[in-house]
């Protein structure tokens, strides 16, 4: 640890950029006065709601301010039950004013209503959103829809897209019938990067209607389990 106080700031930042919160926290903290300063200045912080110690879940919560956190996902975990609850008694969602990436990977459906609150931030760039019930869609699909076109990466699992999304560069979508493909891809127009798990129907002409995806550099399609993986290179 003595040779880290004599690393610059930014090579340091460089290290955080492949840990968690949890981990950045638990293993510098209280090292010395300069890691600790560091910490204290960090802003590019990553939550992950995922198996920790509870030690380690208090010291963050203890430690970390909101404002420093860009990155936060929530995560149902069988060893820690009760996690998202405890953080979020420990915080506002609406705290986060300069979160980038929102994810949520629970089958907990009440969670959804954390994104119901994120309409107001316009640093969001990443969002995952969770296979939920028609009934909490229409309750906060709304509000949800409203952040989606400032997004530039977004993972879903095909709810209906109602606006043309021209910023967005990375999607994954995790179910989509081929009837809808064609009007899925006409609203991600400047796509590079595009997932797609794709359940067939009988619909026989779907590939006929495609659009040409001029701007796609990687394509990922998954049809009944099998995977074809095809990478553009640019010229």
């Given at each position: 640890?003595?040779?880290?106080?004599?690393?610059p700031?930014?090579?340091?930042?460089?290290?955080?950029r492949?840990?968690?919160?949890?981990?950045?926290?638990?293993?510098?903290?209280n090292q010395?006065?300069?890691?600790?300063?560091v910490?204290?200045?960090?802003d590019?912080y990553a939550i992950?709601?995922?198996?920790?110690l509870?030690?380690?879940?208090?010291?963050?919560?203890h430690r970390?301010?909101?404002?420093?956190?860009?990155?936060?996902a929530?995560m149902?975990?069988?060893?820690?039950?009760d996690q998202?609850t405890?953080?979020?008694?420990?915080f506002?969602?609406?705290?986060?004013?300069n979160?980038?990436?929102?994810?949520?990977?629970?089958?907990?459906?009440?969670?959804?209503?954390?994104l119901?609150?994120?309409?107001?931030?316009?640093?969001?760039?990443?969002?995952?959103?969770p296979?939920v019930?028609?009934?909490?869609?229409?309750?906060?699909?709304?509000?949800?829809e409203m952040i989606?076109?400032?997004l530039?990466?977004?993972?879903?699992d095909?709810?209906?897209?109602t606006?043309?999304?021209?910023?967005?560069?990375?999607?994954t979508?995790?179910?989509?019938?081929?009837?809808?493909?064609?009007?899925?891809?006409?609203q991600?127009v400047?796509?590079?990067s595009?997932?797609?798990?794709?359940s067939?129907?009988i619909?026989p002409?779907?590939?006929?209607?495609?659009?040409?995806?001029?701007?796609?550099?990687?394509?990922?399609?998954?049809?009944?389990?099998?995977?074809?993986?095809?990478?553009?290179?640019?010229?």
């Amino acid at each position: 640890m003595i040779l880290f106080n004599l690393l610059p700031v930014e090579l340091i930042h460089s290290i955080f950029r492949y840990l968690w919160a949890h981990e950045i926290l638990h293993g510098f903290t209280n090292q010395s006065d300069y890691l600790d300063d560091v910490l204290r200045n960090y802003d590019r912080y990553a939550i992950c709601l995922c198996t920790m110690l509870k030690t380690q879940f208090d010291q963050m919560c203890h430690r970390i301010q909101p404002k420093q956190v860009r990155s936060l996902a929530i995560m149902d975990e069988d060893d820690t039950p009760d996690q998202c609850t405890l953080f979020f008694s420990c915080f506002d969602i609406q705290q986060f004013v300069n979160l980038r990436s929102f994810a949520i990977i629970s089958s907990d459906q009440s969670l959804f209503r954390k994104l119901d609150l994120l309409c107001q931030f316009n640093t969001l760039k990443s969002l995952v959103v969770p296979n939920v019930s028609q009934a909490y869609w229409c309750l906060f699909g709304g509000n949800v829809e409203m952040i989606l076109p400032q997004l530039k990466r977004l993972v879903t699992d095909g709810y209906p897209l109602t606006k043309p999304l021209k910023s967005l560069q990375y999607l994954t979508v995790t179910h989509c019938f081929c009837y809808k493909l064609d009007y899925l891809l006409s609203q991600v127009v400047n796509l590079h990067s595009l997932n797609i798990t794709i359940s067939l129907d009988i619909f026989p002409l779907w590939t006929k209607k495609i659009p040409i995806m001029n701007h796609l550099k990687q394509l990922i399609l998954r049809v009944n389990r099998k995977i074809i993986i095809i990478t553009i290179e640019a010229f």
